[in-house]
């Protein structure tokens, strides 16, 4: 029976208006009687294009099947399917689903870095009054140390 192998170059999740490929592997597969197909479930008539049969070193025969599709908002979260039957074995499937994340808006970017420059200035602010503290402390140690003295 064939091994399948799907994947999505780059990998999922991926940015939001991407050129994505999908790929399907159908490999090591004797005999070479074998249909293969890829689809995307969200889209009638999506369908991947199937190169043509290969001969391994071995004796085994591969398919790939690849489909290339746009990661639109639309397509977040859809389902590909590859399917191979072959000779008089089982449907062998396996699927996959692409997933998409939106860039920051400049707005969000901005307002993400002015919470990290604020978190900054708090930080600061607390180490120069604990440092301000601590030299009075030293100040106060001083001038007790000079009376007892006297």
């Given at each position: 029976p064939p091994k399948i192998h799907l994947k999505m170059i780059p990998p999922s999740p991926v940015q939001l208006n991407?050129?994505?490929?999908?790929?399907?592997?159908a490999e090591n597969f004797y005999p070479g009687d074998a249909a293969m197909g890829l689809?995307?479930?969200d889209a009638p008539g999506g369908k991947g294009m199937v190169a043509p049969q290969t001969l391994n070193p071995d004796g085994t025969y591969s398919y790939k099947s690849f489909m290339e599709v746009m990661a639109t908002e639309d397509r977040n979260a859809s389902i590909f399917l590859c399917q191979v039957k072959h000779d008089s074995q089982p449907l062998v499937n396996e699927t996959t689903r692409l997933f998409i994340t939106r860039p920051l808006k400049k707005s969000e970017n901005s307002q993400?870095?002015?919470?990290?420059?604020?978190?900054?200035a708090l930080f600061l602010s607390k180490v120069a009054v604990l440092f301000i503290f601590y030299l009075f402390l030293i100040n106060v140690y001083r001038h007790h140390r000079t009376r007892s003295h006297s």
């Open positions: 991407t050129s994505v490929m999908v790929i399907c592997d689809f995307a479930r993400q870095q002015s919470t990290i420059v604020l978190c900054i």
